[in-house]
Structure formats: structure tokens, C-alpha cells
């Protein structure tokens, strides 16, 4: 289908052996493959709200452009955050951002250097065509982290795997785990959402830490 054009193709590839594998009838694996990619594509920003993400970012308009986006949005302001984060882990050099959204924007506009990997391939062109038109120092790029060799060349000082591990593993069972372990930097920032994309939060930061907790090698 046209609507997954720029999605990542190995997770088109993931998707599409999983189902035939798990339904006999291609029809009904059909049927649960397009299921399965509309679950996790397109949730957190549409095409329209990538459209008037990159106007915002022309216009100079960068804490709108990544409203935007429904995770960016949530962690605003993005200032005192970052200044949280770095308080604790230092400056970094080079940021490996997993799963990036449009996070890479805030960082790199920073100054800081920043790799960014996501499945949403329309958003990984967008921040690039960004990062060469202003000269940030930013490089985005497709990648499916339920895929071996996912993982860009490093060194990187500071990984961060942003509201992904409840993600990922909804994708795959065991997933959040094996990407803990394979986080390739010393120092790693793993965060959570607190509230559903719909608004509603009760109990949901106590029960993603005790879970995040159990995960930990
Ligand atoms: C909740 S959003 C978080 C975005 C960003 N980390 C942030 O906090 O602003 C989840 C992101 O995971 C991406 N994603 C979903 N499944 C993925 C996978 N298997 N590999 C890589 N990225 C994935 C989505 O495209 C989306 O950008």
C-alpha cells in the first residue's frame, strides 16, 4: 500500500514473514500484516501534522513544529529537561537516539551531535532535509529496532530510548529486554510515557517502573 511508502522496509519485511508465518490463509495474513502496521505506524504523527511541522520549522517556529508531534509535545518544556538529563550524565559528544520521532531536532539545534533511527521514514527525511538546509548536526536514518544490525556505527556517549520499550514490546514479546542489552554507550536515558496517547494515566508511571525495574539486567 502507498500509505507505508517511506515506512522502514525491514519492518514491512518483519511484519509481512510474521503474519504468513502466523496465519495459514494469505488473505488472513494479509489482513492482520495491514492491522499490525497500522498499530504502530501513524499513531504519534500524522502526514498532515508532519506537513506543518516542517512550515513550522522553516518559519523558525521550532517548539511548534515539534508540538507537532504527540511525544515531543508531552515532554514540553524541552529545555529544563535536557537540562536535567545532562546534569546527570554530562554534556554528551554524540547522542544515539532510538526511536527518534522528531527528538533529534531539539538536540542537534542545541548543538549537540545527534543520530537519530526510526521506522517512520517520512519523519527521517524531513529532520535530514532540516539538517542539511541549516547546517545542524544531525544525521537520521531508517532503522527497525526489532531487526538485527540496527544499531548505527558509534561511539556514542549518551543513548536514549524515549517511550519505546512499552512500544517495542507490544511488537515483540522479550523485545525491551534484548534492546537493554544491546544499548551500545555507557550512559543510557530510557524514558516512559505516564499518561495513554488518549489522556488517561492512572497508575501507569508506577507500573512502568516496577516493570522497567524487572527488566534490568
Ligand atoms: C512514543 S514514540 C516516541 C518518539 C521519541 N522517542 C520521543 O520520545 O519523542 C515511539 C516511536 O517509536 C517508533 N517505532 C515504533 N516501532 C519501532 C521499531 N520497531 N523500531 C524503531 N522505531 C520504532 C515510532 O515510529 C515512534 O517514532
Redesign the pocket.
Known amino acids: 500500500s502507498r500509505k507505508y511508502a517511506a515506512l ?1 522496509p525491514d ?1 514491512l519485511r ?1 511484519v509481512a514473514e510474521d503474519c504468513a508465518q502466523r496465519y495459514k490463509k494469505p488473505k488472513e495474513a494479509e489482513k492482520a500484516a495491514r492491522e499490525t502496521l497500522h498499530g ?2 501513524g ?3 500524522g502526514p498532515e501534522e508532519l506537513k506543518r511541522a516542517e512550515e513550522r520549522l522553516k518559519a523558525g517556529d521550532m517548539e511548534g513544529a515539534l508540538e507537532m ?4 509535545r ?2 514540553k518544556p524541552l529545555g529544563p529537561f535536557y537540562e536535567a538529563l545532562f546534569a546527570r550524565t554530562g554534556r554528551p559528544g554524540r547522542v544515539l ?7 533529534p531536532i531539539y538536540l542537534a539545534a542545541m548543538g549537540v551531535a545527534v543520530t537519530g ?4 521514514g517520512g ?1 527521517i527525511e524531513m529532520m535530514n532535509r532540516w539538517a542539511s538546509a541549516g547546517g545542524y548536526p544531525l544525521e537520521a536514518r531508517l ?5 538485527p544490525d ?1 544499531l548505527p556505527e558509534g561511539p556514542f556517549d549518551l543513548t ?5 520499550l512499552p ?2 514490546e507490544n ?1 515483540k514479546k522479550g ?1 525491551a529486554a534484548a534492546l537493554i542489552e544491546s544499548l551500545p554507550s555507557e550512559k543510557a536515558a530510557v ?1 516512559f ?1 505516564t499518561r495513554t496517547l488518549s489522556g488517561r494515566g492512572v497508575g501507569m508511571e508506577r507500573h512502568c517502573s516496577q516493570w522497567f525495574e524487572g527488566l534490568l539486567p
Do not use: Y
Open positions: 522502514c519492518t518483519r504502530i505506524t499513531a504519534f504523527m508531534h504527540a511525544s515531543t508531552e515532554r537516539d532510538v526511536a527518534c520521532g522528531l527528538n533511527v526510526d521506522i517512520a519523519q532503522g527497525d529496532a526489532l531487526c540496527f536514549l530510548a524515549m517511550k519505546l512500544v517495542l511488537q523485545a524514558t510515557p
